[in-house]
């Protein structure tokens, strides 16, 4: 026995019995149990001592608080709860026989009438769930359509089990992203959400199969749409302070996702918000105020603790702001936290808004590569086309000495602005030749 199945046993003696550990998650562990007073088996769940020191409590306080309120022929009721040596716990019913997971094992494969007994209970049970977590302001599924490569024949399915149907769209795939709108708008609502549609709204919401669009971030403006049931198109609602937002979903297809140099990688914002004006990015659009907007150094110490304990084969992080190194003070703070952490990191910043010290402090907190975004080797066209803002001769001076700290630099480029001449392209090519990045991008803008 575990030192920490020893502690709980003996803090729960007086109530119950605990015999046996039943099955452990990422944030919790679930044991078999005795209840003394009414002699009977009970399932007790137990948050994990050590992720409560690392994230806190209130997670699981929120889990007990939704699990009391919910009352529902397919959810397990929840019979008591409490703190006890530290351990904070609540105890459901226990329900014999195996689980779906083992049933698929051993049978492989369910009848159809079978499989659709299962779906309609767990359906029906997740429906009475999301219902009350959409009221708190909760998406409660995602899909990622390219991770699962859906064809359209299987997404089409999966949707119409939904009053409603949100979709990111891009200029680059409108016509595709039309004609699957249509075909969704055929059973669900389609509420149309990013860049395209933020750019577009007053003209998308006049299509007869949008029920609504929603203007830039959307977690707020998306509750709020669920909640009144009124379509139209939602304005700008930011987060004022990022560290309000809730952690974003992540479940174990985050091992799908691969980066060019890293097999298990977690992709994530230190920020939200800009406060430059380069003509070519999307955030011209997609953001309301563009006030810049980081998250505080505990809070990112929180969210990748949350998810290492959940998914302990992650082997490198990334920070894909915006622009990360804004604010001196912040980064080393961040290092310093990235340095605790351990594993090593990256993130897409500016040649311009933090001195070579900070740079320096990132690669003590375990920093090994940063991605600049440089554009162009004329100064003219950074100016008065892609109003950047950013001085050539900065980029040439910090470039090197990045390179010389160690980082690896990853340096980005365009051409094809609208008025370049040729001898301006020209320039990009010796200036990618003089700065020897470690590795580069040379993206041709597209033809309208």
């Given at each position: ?7 709980l ?6 109530r119950?019995?605990i ?8 944030m919790?562990?679930?044991y078999l149990?005795?209840d ?5 088996e009970?399932a ?7 992720l409560?020191?690392?994230v806190?409590a209130?997670?699981f ?5 939704i699990?009391a309120?919910?009352?529902h022929?397919h959810?397990l009721?929840l019979?008591?709860?409490g703190?006890?040596?530290g351990?904070?716990y609540?105890?459901?019913?226990y329900v014999q026989?195996?689980?779906l ?6 049978e ?7 499989a659709?007994?299962i779906?309609?209970?767990v359906a ?8 009350h977590?959409?009221r708190l302001?909760?998406v409660a599924?995602?899909r990622?359509?390219v991770l699962?490569?859906d064809?359209y024949?299987n997404?089409?399915?999966v949707a119409?089990r939904?009053?409603y149907?949100?979709?990111e769209t ?7 992203d039309h ?7 055929k059973?669900s609502?389609v509420?149309?959400?990013g860049p395209?549609a933020?750019?577009v709204?007053?003209r998308m919401?006049?299509r007869?199969?949008v ?6 971030e959307?977690?707020?403006?998306l509750a709020?749409?669920l909640?009144?049931g009124k ?5 700008f609602?930011e987060w004022?302070?990022?560290?309000d937002?809730?952690?974003?979903t992540?479940d174990?297809?985050?091992y799908?996702?691969k ?6 990688a977690l992709?994530?914002?230190g920020s939200?918000?800009c406060?430059f004006?380069?003509?070519?990015c999307?955030?011209?659009r997609f953001?309301c105020?563009?006030?810049y907007?980081?998250h505080g ?8 603790m949350d998810v290492l304990?959940?998914f302990p084969?992650l ?9 990360f190194?804004?604010g001196?003070?912040?980064v080393?703070?961040?290092a310093k ?10 993130a897409m910043?500016?040649a311009?808004?933090?001195g070579?010290d900070?740079?320096r402090?990132?690669?003590d ?8 975004g440089?554009?162009s080797?004329?100064?003219?066209v ?7 803002g950013?001085?050539l ?10 390179r010389?700290?160690?980082?690896q630099?990853?340096?980005t480029?365009?051409?094809g602005f609208?008025?370049?001449t ?11 030749t003089e700065?020897?990045?470690s590795?580069y991008?040379l ?6």
């Amino acid at each position: 026995m575990t030192d920490t199945f020893v502690r709980l046993k003996a803090s729960l003696a007086d109530r119950y019995a605990i015999q046996e550990e039943l099955g452990a998650g990422g944030m919790a562990t679930v044991y078999l149990a005795r209840d003394l007073k009414h002699d009977r088996e009970v399932a007790v769940k137990v948050l994990r001592p050590e992720l409560a020191a690392v994230v806190g409590a209130e997670r699981f306080l929120h889990e007990i608080q939704i699990a009391a309120k919910l009352n529902h022929p397919h959810i397990l009721t929840l019979i008591d709860s409490g703190e006890a040596d530290g351990f904070l716990y609540y105890v459901m019913p226990y329900v014999q026989g195996e689980s779906l997971r083992d049933k698929l094992h051993r049978e492989k494969q369910l009848s159809v009438e079978e499989a659709l007994a299962i779906t309609q209970g767990v359906a029906s049970a997740m429906a009475y769930a999301h219902a009350h977590l959409r009221r708190l302001g909760v998406v409660a599924v995602m899909r990622d359509c390219v991770l699962h490569l859906d064809e359209y024949s299987n997404f089409f399915k999966v949707a119409q089990r939904f009053d409603y149907v949100v979709m990111e769209t891009a200029i680059a795939s409108r016509v595709n992203d039309h004609y699957v709108a249509k075909e969704v708008a055929k059973h669900s609502s389609v509420i149309l959400v990013g860049p395209y549609a933020t750019a577009v709204a007053p003209r998308m919401i006049k299509r007869p199969e949008v029920y609504a669009v929603l203007r830039g971030e959307y977690e707020k403006s998306l509750a709020a749409c669920l909640e009144s049931g009124k379509g139209g198109v939602y304005e700008f609602d930011e987060w004022r302070d990022v560290d309000d937002a809730p952690f974003p979903t992540r479940d174990k297809s985050i091992y799908a996702y691969k980066m060019a140099r890293h097999s298990n990688a977690l992709n994530m914002w230190g920020s939200r918000g800009c406060p430059f004006h380069c003509t070519f990015c999307y955030s011209q659009r997609f953001q309301c105020t563009h006030k810049y907007r980081g998250h505080g150094p505990e809070r990112i110490r929180q969210e990748i603790m949350d998810v290492l304990v959940r998914f302990p084969k992650l082997t490198y992080i990334y920070f894909d702001d915006d622009t990360f190194n804004i604010g001196n003070k912040r980064v080393c703070e961040i290092a310093k936290v990235m340095k605790g952490i351990g594993l090593p990191w990256g993130a897409m910043c500016r040649a311009d808004t933090t001195g070579l010290d900070t740079f320096r402090a990132m690669k003590d907190g375990g920093c090994v590569e940063v991605k600049i975004g440089i554009e162009s080797g004329s100064q003219r066209v950074l100016d008065e086309v892609v109003k950047k803002g950013l001085d050539l001769d900065v980029v040439k001076k910090v470039v090197p000495a990045l390179r010389k700290m160690g980082l690896q630099v990853h340096g980005t480029f365009m051409r094809g602005f609208k008025g370049e001449t040729p001898e301006e392209a020209r320039m990009t090519r010796r200036l990618i030749t003089e700065l020897q990045c470690s590795s580069y991008q040379l993206s041709d803008l597209r033809k309208q």
